[in-house]
């Protein structure tokens, strides 16, 4: 259960709502969820791929260690969360008449990235098969119906011209950033204490 709050929080359905606001504007509540259901699909795949097969797959294809992950990980998502709450969101320009395109960059980097696939090889290693791709389908539904949700009461509340919807999401998506920055830490502090002892740091 703590894996998959893990992964929900690193996932951050409060930064995707905010930064594809954009987008969800832009096309009828129908295309949009449909549209990022298609990404989640995409995405499951690739969690699960690295949550069964992260370790041959970073040892022997991309020949690095996971505490190289980690680290380098670590440092992309505390300057994220750091952009989150100081910048706040920014305006993503997406051509909506390109709807077929649109998928795969809603997938990389709004829900995969370096955490995500960090913590889906955690889930492999920890769980069994079965568990652990029931662990990422679970966090990946849960952050498609929370996208999903909004998405249907943002369109209604737009109609009555509710202004502080968006505000309401961009602080709930900065407080989840300080946890996010948390993860961060944890990540990088995590990877040097694996690398000192993968590569005998220590040893004389």
């Not at 709502?17 to 989640?40: C, E, N, P, W």
């Not at 920890?126 to 029931?134: D, F, G, L, N, V």
């Amino acid at each position: 259960m703590d894996k998959l709050i893990f992964l929900i929080v690193i996932l951050n359905p409060f930064s995707q709502v905010i930064y594809l606001d954009g987008l969800i504007s832009s096309l009828t509540g129908r295309a949009f969820v449909k549209l990022h259901f298609k990404a989640t699909m995409l995405c499951v795949g690739v969690l699960i791929l690295f949550g069964l097969l992260g370790d041959p797959i970073m040892k022997n294809v991309f020949q690095v260690s996971l505490s190289s992950l980690q680290i380098f990980g670590g440092i992309i998502i505390m300057y994220v969360a750091h952009k989150y709450i100081t910048a706040g969101p920014s305006e993503n320009l997406f051509d909506s008449k390109q709807i077929a395109e649109l998928a795969p960059k809603i997938s990389m980097p709004y829900i995969i990235g370096p955490g995500s696939i960090w913590i889906s090889i955690l889930i492999g290693r920890e769980y069994q098969p079965h568990m652990a791709i029931a662990i990422i389908c679970g966090a990946l539904a849960i952050n498609s119906l929370f996208v999903a949700i909004y998405t249907i009461v943002y369109k209604k509340l737009k109609t009555h011209h509710i202004p502080f919807v968006g505000k309401f999401f961009t602080i709930l998506m900065r407080t989840n950033a300080l946890f996010i920055g948390a993860i961060a830490i944890e990540m990088i502090l995590k990877g040097i204490s694996t690398a000192v002892i993968d590569f005998g740091i220590l040893k004389r």
